[in-house]
């Protein structure tokens, strides 16, 4: 009895030094509960980085969580900035511009059949064209504590551009080339037909060119040597049918 008494008492002493000598451990486990998470960050379809003034650019986070049971990680948002690269962290005038930051509806960060979670991010640039850095920062939150933190997911550097010229201008440039040359036309036709004509009224060589033109003109839209001399295509059914009867009637 008594000797059994003296082992519970010396295992309560055990465990009370046990405890002391892990507390400080324990209190450095609770304080740094910074999430462990395997981040990589890419620019689809761009290796060179390249970010484009302008438009909006984008990268992909591919975001690794190893499974555990008592912890429940989401990503709230995703924010990043634009550095100067001539600056250290820290230093005046390091940070360029802040990136617009994406808040998103706790995405959890719980891979599915040990695939990372992939969550795309577009960003905006009107910067004139050179190298800058930038980083991206993930917030997540911890559904235990209730933490949020602010997790460095990438720095490195990019390369600004301006975008090639659009769609658009092209078009736009290839009209008014179109514009130019029906303008340049009907000038040289009508100098043709009122000036160079009146010089030569009743010449030999006005005759003879115009009949060509007339059978090039026919043969260049069949339809319009049709008997009415228009294309009936634009003319809507009804008012053909009608002229036609009218047409009946006179005759
Ligand atoms: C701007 O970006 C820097 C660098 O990422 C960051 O430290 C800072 O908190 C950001 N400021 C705001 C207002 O988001």
Do not use: C
Not at 71 to 91: C, H, M, S, W, Y
Not at 108 to 123: A, E, H, I, W
Not at 152 to 158: D, M, R, T
Not at 172 to 190: D, E, M, V
């Amino acid at each position: 009895m008594r000797a059994s008494m003296m082992q519970v008492a010396a295992a309560k002493y055990m465990a009370y030094i046990l405890l002391l000598a892990l507390s400080p451990l324990l209190a450095a486990a609770q304080s740094d509960d910074t999430p462990q998470l395997g981040i990589t960050t890419s620019f689809p379809g761009n290796e060179l980085s390249l970010v484009k003034n302008g438009q909006l650019n984008r990268v992909v986070f591919s975001i690794s969580n190893l499974p555990s049971a008592d912890r429940v990680l989401t990503l709230e948002g995703i924010t990043g900035a634009f550095l100067n690269q001539k600056k250290l962290d820290g230093q005046r005038g390091r940070v360029v511009r802040n990136m617009t930051t994406t808040k998103l509806k706790s995405v959890p960060l719980r891979m599915v059949g040990g695939k990372p979670v992939q969550v795309p991010y577009d960003f905006h640039s009107e910067f004139k064209p050179q190298n800058m850095d930038v980083e991206f920062r993930l917030l997540v939150a911890d559904g235990q504590t209730s933490k949020a933190h602010n997790l460095l997911a990438y720095k490195g550097s990019v390369t600004i551009v301006e975008p090639p010229k659009s769609w658009f201008d092209i078009q736009l440039l290839s009209l008014y080339a179109l514009l130019a040359a029906g303008i340049a036309f009907s000038g040289s036709f009508a100098y043709k037909s009122y000036l160079g004509g009146s010089k030569r009224k009743g010449g030999s060589t006005r005759k003879a060119v115009e009949p060509a033109t007339a059978a090039s003109v026919a043969a260049q839209s069949p339809a319009a040597s049709s008997k009415t001399g228009y294309e009936e295509d634009w003319i809507p059914e009804q008012h053909l049918r009608t002229r036609s009867k009218k047409g009946k009637g006179k005759s």
